[in-house]
């Protein structure tokens, strides 16, 4: 079935390096990906997002890179800050071709900037 | 308001009890999601809505589950007969047009079975 795997589940970086969390996706049809911040008790709120026909998509400090051939896609933060601090959701969507929109979830990657 | 609203924010019942949950998504949002976040987990798809009709209710555990969309707007989601294992928190996200655009989400119902 439908599956997203999300590394790593923790990560925790000083303040003003990078931090890069992977996800890989098993159905080949998915054509968009979203990623989410969830801060504690809220819901998760998009940071940015690529579709298919992208390799890679900036801003400001957020990156996302799409490769299609390996079904992986990597967000990248640079110059980390403390409220960078929360956990990361990437998702996968097949949009149109399936006749749902539903998103797949990974199981998040809770990061942590040590200040 | 301007984004998508759930309630309540926190529901506490027995076991066997029913549960209504309710969202209000974006003005003018035609797509609407429901996702179930159990601590420390991802999010589960449970039911898509278009409109008012539910082109994909994949995601609904059981039949005790069951959600409907009236005037295209608000949605209600039902859990019959509660089970502990229906603890969790329910986020509801809504869309435009129709899921190209992506999902914006409310902060959820946080709710625990005793």
């Known amino acids: 079935g439908e599956n997203v795997e999300q590394h790593p589940s923790t990560l925790s970086v000083q303040e003003g390096d990078s931090a890069v969390i992977k996800c890989t996706y098993s159905?080949?049809?998915?054509?968009?990906f979203p990623w989410y911040k969830q801060e504690l008790g809220k819901g998760p709120q998009l940071i940015i997002d690529i579709r298919s026909n992208v390799g890679e998509k900036k801003d400001q400090r957020i990156a996302v890179t799409l490769n299609k051939t390996a079904k992986h896609f990597s967000l990248h933060i640079t110059e980390t800050q403390p409220e960078d601090s929360a956990v990361y959701f990437c998702?996968?969507?097949?949009?149109?071709?399936?006749?749902?929109?539903?998103?797949?979830f990974g199981t998040g990657t809770r990061l942590k900037v040590l200040a | 308001g301007a984004g998508v609203s759930q309630s309540p924010s926190n529901k506490v019942t027995e076991k066997g009890k029913d549960v209504e949950l309710r969202c209000d998504p974006i003005?003018?949002?035609?797509?609407l999601y429901w996702y179930r976040q159990s601590l420390g987990q991802g999010l589960e798809f449970l039911i898509y809505f278009q409109g008012n009709s539910a082109p994909d209710k994949s995601g609904l555990p059981s039949d005790r589950f069951s959600a409907e969309r009236t005037g295209g707007s608000v949605s209600t989601l039902t859990i019959q007969r509660t089970q502990q294992e229906d603890s969790a928190v329910y986020l509801c996200?809504?869309?435009?047009?129709?899921?190209?655009?992506?999902?914006?989400f409310g902060d959820g119902t946080r709710l625990s079975i005793l």
């Open positions: 159905d080949s049809a998915s054509n968009y």
């Open positions: 998702a996968a969507s097949k949009g149109a071709t399936s006749g749902t929109y539903k998103y797949i």
């Open positions: 003005s003018g949002h035609t797509a």
């Open positions: 996200a809504s869309s435009n047009p129709v899921g190209r655009q992506p999902q914006h």
